[in-house]
């Protein structure tokens, strides 16, 4: 079982950033990932990194946010610039049983545990 937990939401205006964490209680060689969840949207992956550090973003995120890991802490960060209203969503980390370098990961289907989120609010 893996405990993961989020912090580092909150309100912030557009064109700002914010800094996401997520504490592991068991970390290993596997990948972890952020997901959101706007209202009324269904839960979408927004990045995930293997244990070697091999990123992945959906198009929206590209080149504004940044996953990163630190595996002597078993903590896993999301860095979010230039943040836009539509980026309003509760942000969940997530934590696979596998490695996923090199392969497709943004589905929630590679993923067994899951935190209880922190929510992020852009305003105009």
């Known amino acids: 079982q893996v405990r993961l937990v989020e912090s580092g939401g909150g309100s912030v205006q557009a064109g700002g950033s914010l800094r996401l964490s997520c504490a592991a209680s068991a970390y290993g060689s596997r990948c972890m990932g952020w997901f959101r969840q706007g209202p009324g949207k269904e839960r979408e992956g927004v990045a995930t990194i293997s244990h070697d550090g091999s990123a992945m973003y959906v198009d929206s995120v590209k080149d504004r946010f940044t996953i990163s890991r630190d595996n002597a802490k078993n903590t896993l960060y999301l860095q979010m610039n230039s943040l836009k209203p539509e980026d309003t969503a509760m942000y969940y980390c997530?934590?696979?049983?596998?490695?996923?370098?090199?392969?497709?990961?943004?589905?929630?289907?590679?993923?067994?545990?899951w935190g209880q989120g922190t929510q992020v609010t852009v305003s105009s």
């Open positions: 997530a934590a696979s049983t596998i490695d996923c370098s090199g392969r497709y990961s943004l589905a929630r289907s590679w993923f067994s545990y």
